[in-house]
Every structure is written in structure tokens, then in C-alpha cells.
Nanobody, 121 residues
Framework: EVQLVESGGGLVQAGGSLRLSCAASGFTFDDYAIGWFRQAPGKEREGVSCIMSSDGMTHYADSVKGRFTITSDNAKNTVYLQMNSLKPEDTAVYYC??????????????WGQGTQVTVSS
């Protein structure tokens, strides 16, 4: 059974930091890209960042470049999203997903349940 379990969300003040984790199981981790997506109330889902664990290739949305960093611990089948200099507009439910193509505009195959990130001003 494929599972993607996010953790690390919470409430933080603007300018603060959070680290999200995505623990993956049930598929060959190295074969898949892991992406982080977010959806704020009343808005469309947005791709945030993704990483191909086999070669470390990463992509970031322009809105988070320089503030967010995605990394992969292949020994733990876990991907992290370090979020620094958080802004109120980063408030959303954050989802991790697994897909075969490491881009942010591709429909990923497997999805986690999401974790809430709230940034107060």
C-alpha cells in the first residue's frame, strides 16, 4: 500500500520557519519524484517544490525560491521542505505527492493527506 504521510505543519509568525516532512512507503522511492503542493482556501492548488531522489534534481516555484529548500533522505524514504522567512501568503494546506516526472505542472500519482501551515502577520 502506497503511503505518504506529512508532518511538521503548524502556526508560526511571519518571518519564522517550519520544516515539513513527507515519509513515503509502498513504492520504490528512487523511481519517483516527490513534490510539495499547497492549497489555500478559495485558491487553486499550487506546486511549491519537487525533488527527484535518484539524482537530487530540484525545482521551485518562483514564489518560494530563496526561502524554501527541499531535501531528500533516501535512507529514510523521507523528503523535507525547510521553509524560512515565512509570509502570511504561505498559509495553506501543504501536500506531498509522488510522481514519475519531477516537475510542478504534472499530475502526480500518489498524495498524502496534507498538513496545515498557518503564518500569522
Amino acid at each position: 500500500e502506497v503511503q505518504l504521510v506529512e508532518s511538521g505543519g503548524g502556526l508560526v509568525q511571519a518571518g519564522g520557519s517550519l520544516r515539513l516532512s513527507c515519509a513515503a512507503s509502498g513504492f520504490t522511492f528512487d523511481d519517483y519524484a516527490i513534490g510539495w503542493f499547497r492549497q489555500a482556501p478559495g485558491k487553486e492548488r499550487e506546486g511549491v517544490s519537487c525533488i527527484m531522489s535518484s539524482d537530487g534534481m530540484t525545482h521551485y516555484a518562483d514564489s518560494v525560491k530563496g526561502r524554501f529548500t527541499i531535501t531528500s533522505d533516501n535512507a529514510k524514504n523521507t523528503v523535507y521542505l525547510q521553509m524560512n522567512s515565512l509570509k502570511p501568503e504561505d498559509t495553506a494546506v501543504y501536500y506531498c505527492a509522488a510522481g514519475l516526472i519531477p516537475t510542478l505542472d504534472y499530475e502526480y500519482d500518489y498524495w498524502g493527506q496534507g498538513t496545515q501551515v498557518t503564518v500569522s502577520s
